[in-house]
């Protein structure tokens, strides 16, 4: 068994080296990555491997081509197409929890003040103050412009007169996910479309 895993490092070490040897040109190919129910691992951020990480999976069979650029990779010995998309061949299971982190807490609010709705020079806001027995958690802590949170300062809800735009709760992954599908990139290639269910009118 060690010379199995021995070698297994070597041609990952030799497929490194061949196909990363390429112009900077090709450094803007990304592949979108999709669960093994073709659905994107996520949508904010979207899914997005660079192209030497799509292509070394392939190689070692860990996902499925299902679309591809028109360029190409060459090494001495093989020519292969930029995947663009690729399907992961072992179903990845959504956390059960939403993590409590910056960037979630921002997302369930959709990057916008709980009190006034501005979009600009976010911050956080403890909804009952530290200093009167708040704590942070999914429950207390919303999205605030600094221009609300430095008049709110340590105040109550009723004593600065504000009131949250929603309720403020903790999120599920899914809907997480679903708030994701509202914020595209801005660069989306027409091969990623027939697996990106955003919001949008269809054609009749």
């Not at 956390?95 to 979630?104: D, P």
């Not at 004593?159 to 990139?185: C, D, I, S, W």
């Amino acid at each position: 068994m060690p010379a199995l895993h021995d070698d297994q490092t070597s041609r990952d070490a030799d497929f490194r080296t061949e196909f990363t040897r390429t112009g900077a040109g090709l450094k803007h190919f990304p592949a979108l990555v999709l669960n093994a129910d073709y659905r994107p691992l996520s949508y904010y951020p979207l899914s997005l491997w660079p192209w030497q990480d799509a292509i070394k999976a392939a190689f070692l069979d860990r996902v499925d081509i299902v679309s591809e650029y028109e360029e190409v990779v060459r090494s001495p010995t093989t020519t292969i197409r930029i995947p663009s998309v690729v399907v992961l061949k072992d179903y990845v299971a959504p956390q059960k929890k939403a993590a409590f982190t910056r960037f979630n807490l921002f997302l369930r609010d959709e990057f916008s003040c709980q009190y006034c709705g501005a979009k600009t020079d976010l911050t956080f806001d403890h909804v009952v103050p530290r200093a009167r027995g708040g704590i942070t958690s999914w429950e207390n802590v919303v999205a605030a412009c600094g221009r609300c949170n430095l008049r709110k300062g340590s105040k109550s809800l009723k004593q600065a007169g504000y009131h949250l735009r929603k309720p403020v709760r903790q999120p599920t992954p899914a809907e997480l996910m679903n708030l994701g599908r509202k914020f595209p990139p801005n660069y989306l290639h027409e091969s990623w479309m027939d697996f990106l269910y955003w919001d949008a009118e269809l054609e009749a």
